[in-house]
Structures are given as C-alpha cells and as structure tokens.
C-alpha cells in the first residue's frame, strides 16, 4: 500500500518535468532527516508562529484558521472531487499536500497544518473509520465490551499511518520553509467517544455510560490510545511536523473531576511523552479542549507551550488565569464569518484588544470554519489581524501601526 502511494506520487512528479526531482523525492518519504535543507537547520521565510507559541517576541500576532482547508474553498471541493472522497484525498498524499496548501496560496497565513483527520488512529486500530454524506464519521467496528478492547493494538505508524507521515514528508517539501507545518492528533478521550459511540453524537449515551459503570474499561481504552498518540505525534515530528496540536472536541463535556481524570491526565502524560526538539529547534506542543475555558489554569499546568481558546472565554480571562505560563491561541467566534468584512474587522481588534500587549498570542478562530463560509470574508479577517496586530507588540515599526484602529 505505501509503496504504490510512494510509486504514483514518483510517477506524477516526474510527469511535471523535473529532471533531479525523482531522486530528491525519495529523499523526502525517507525521512526529513537526509533531506538538504529539512536537515539540522531549517530556512525560514517565516516562523512567527513558532515564535509565538513559545512567547518570543514578534512584529505581529501570527494567524492561521482551525479547518483552513476545507469546503468552503472551491478549490477543496474539486481537488476532492479528483480524489473520490475524503478519506482517499487523506490518504493520498500527493493531493493531502496540494489541499494544505490551497489555502496557503489564497491568503498571507502564519502556519500551514497537515491535512488529515482525528480518526484515522482508531481507522487504523481496525475500527473502519467511513464517511456517509451529511452524516459524519462512522465505524463499522465500534467498541462495546472488553474483549473490544482488549483486541486494540498501537498501530504501526510507518505501515499503516505510513500515508499520514509520507503527507507531513510531502508538505514539508513543497512548504520550502514559507511557515512552519502543525501536525495533530485528536486527544484519548475524543478518539474513545468516537469509538465507542461508533460515530458522532449528541448525547454520549455510550460513553458517558462506559466512563460511569465500567471505568477500569474505559482507563484500559485511554491508555491504549494516549501511547498511539504519542507515537503518532512523535512520527508527524520525526517526518517534519514543526509544532502539534491536540484537539480535545469532547473534554468540555465532562465534569471538572472527570475532565481532569478522563482527558486531562492523558494529554499531559502524551505531553510529557514527546519529542519537543528537532531540527535544532523546539517543537510547541498546543492543547485544545473545546469548552475547556474554567479549566485553562489546570490545563496551563501540564507541561504544554499554548492552549487554544474557544469563543465562550474572554481572553483576557484567559490570559490572567493562565499567568503567562502559556502562550494562547483562538478565540474568534466562527460565526463572525458570515458578517460583513467591516464587522470581521471591528471583531479582530476587540480580539487583539482583549488579549492586550506582548507575545504569547496566536490568532485563529474558536473552532473550525464553517463550509458555507465566504472566502472573501477569510481574507478580510487575515488582513485585519496583519494591519491591526503590530500596535500590541512591542517590537513594531511604527510604520506598521494602524492608526485608524485607534489603538492601544
Ligand atoms: O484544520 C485543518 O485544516 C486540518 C484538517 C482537519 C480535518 N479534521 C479535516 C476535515 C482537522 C484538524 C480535523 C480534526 C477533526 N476531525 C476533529 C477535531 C477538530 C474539531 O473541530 O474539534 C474532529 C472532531 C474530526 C472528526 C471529523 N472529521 C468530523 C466530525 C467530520 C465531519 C465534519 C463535517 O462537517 O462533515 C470530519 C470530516 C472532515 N475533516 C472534513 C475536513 C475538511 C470535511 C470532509 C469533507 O466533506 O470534505
């Protein structure tokens, strides 16, 4: 399977025309490793993000968008269409560049991020992970009992993940350094909500009564996922990922006491797991639970660089329950999207304003953009987080500075 994804990217490179290009290819499904200019020290273009999520300074707040790839991008829509579905554009990695990239070349974004998804862990654990449309993502193997469980192996991230990391590989090839590559994995819990639901819910009925009859079953599952995560993260990075998110969709659903010992002790021991240097450089870790706002102080604590916020928080809560131990990210409202480029604008300053001054700030939105979004909409909110953010840092020329904002 790898070795004819490996063969048709080789074949469709050659067919453009590039004469060295086979043999650097190779290079690049090796390993970035051997790879002149992915090797001990890499050129950026621009790391701001990286800058960032570690709280050095920066000229300006650095932006990118959580689903940046995706339908709402007519260029998405038709390389799918090319590729038959989702899960084959995922699993190939020749196209999986190609839509990272497409939003990349539409607006000045901080950060590219590889295009995946969460659930080709448990795909790969044997779940059989299929989309059916309008309907999300289902397995045909869910997780019900013990011996379910039990069955679950970590997979092996270079044969049956090998698609993910040739993608990384891939992307970080055709990036050159122009911003650095996230890579992400979903976190133990919302992976084992999908399993054991056997798709999307609302009500967690299966989960929520695994977690309070059957812990120890439950703790069995998490485990398992927590080392396929860490190991799955660990490739992404030893395949070129610069930084790495976890998305925690489902932790805001759980009490204070269950999300610590259900979701929260888990990201913190991946998190301790970790590679955190490559290339010379460090590798940011961000932690992301959806409606995870009162926790972010407990969340500040478990060893990760950045917390991604969503809408419901203020950022200046954020911030001061966090202490600047952490760098933060978000917390656009998603809807704010569908308003007029004048309102997208007046809503990124109140955004900038309430984070306030000095580093430590990523802008994104509070979650994924919506597929019927306007494309014209994302540009305006790209540009206004580049004309409006360099007043907040320290380091700006005051050329950068628009006075108009009239701030701070
Ligand atoms: O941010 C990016 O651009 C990277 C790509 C990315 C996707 N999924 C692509 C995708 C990332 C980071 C994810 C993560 C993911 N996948 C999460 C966690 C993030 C979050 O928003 O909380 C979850 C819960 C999933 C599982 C998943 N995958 C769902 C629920 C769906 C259906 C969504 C829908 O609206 O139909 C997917 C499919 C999916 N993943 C799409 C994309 C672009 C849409 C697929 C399509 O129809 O083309």
């Known amino acids: 399977m790898r070795c004819s994804i490996r063969c048709s990217i080789l074949r469709a490179e050659s067919q453009r025309g590039a004469g060295t290009w086979d043999l650097e290819f190779s290079k690049v499904l090796a390993g ?5 200019g992915i090797g001990s020290v890499t050129e950026f273009a621009n790391d701001t993000l990286l800058r960032a999520l570690l709280r050095q300074d920066v000229d300006y707040t650095p932006v990118w968008i959580m689903r940046q790839a995706g339908r709402y991008l007519p260029e998405y829509r038709a390389t799918r269409a090319r590729a038959g579905n989702f899960l084959d554009l995922c699993r190939n990695p020749e196209l999986a560049c190609e839509v990272t990239l497409q939003p990349l070349d539409r607006f000045p974004l901080d950060a590219a991020i590889l295009f995946s998804d969460i659930l080709t862990i448990p795909d790969a654990m044997g779940l059989g992970l299929y989309f059916t449309e309008g309907e999300g993502p289902r397995f045909e193997r869910p997780i019900r009992d013990a011996a379910d469980v039990q069955r679950l192996a970590v997979p092996d991230m270079e044969d049956e993940l090998g698609y993910v990391m040739d993608a990384v590989a891939v992307i970080r090839r055709e990036l050159a350094g122009r911003v650095p590559l996230i890579g992400f994995s979903g976190s133990p819990w919302t992976l084992a909500v999908y399993m054991v639901e056997g798709g999307g819910t609302k009500l967690f009925a299966r989960s929520k009564a695994m977690l309070f009859d059957r812990p120890d079953l439950m703790h069995g599952l998490l485990s398992k996922l927590s080392e396929s995560v860490t190991a799955y993260l660990d490739a992404q990075i030893a395949h070129g990922a610069q930084a790495v998110m976890i998305f925690d969709t489902w932790g805001g659903v759980l009490t204070p006491r269950d999300y610590r010992e259900f979701s929260l002790d888990y990201m913190t021991r991946i998190t301790a797991g970790l590679t955190r240097k490559a290339e ?13 706002g009162q926790w972010l102080d407990r969340m500040a604590k478990s060893g990760c660089d950045a917390l991604g916020v969503d809408w419901t928080q203020d950022l200046t809560d954020a911030r001061s329950l966090v202490e600047d131990r952490v760098a933060l990210q978000g917390n656009l409202d998603p809807g704010i999207l569908y308003a007029a480029p004048e309102r997208i604008r007046k809503e990124v300053e109140r955004v900038l304003a309430s984070y306030g001054r000095g580093p430590g700030h ?40 628009d006075r108009d904002a009239g701030i701070p």
């Open 32 to 36: 970035p490793e051997s790879l002149p």
């Open 362 to 401: 990523i802008f994104n939105l509070g979650h994924g953009i919506h597929p019927d979004v306007d494309p014209d909409h994302v540009a305006a909110l790209v540009d206004a987080v580049h004309a409006l953010s360099p007043a907040w840092h320290r380091t700006a020329g005051a050329g950068a500075i």
């Open 280 to 292: 010379g450089r460090q590798v940011p870790v961000i932690l992301f639970t959806k409606g995870g």
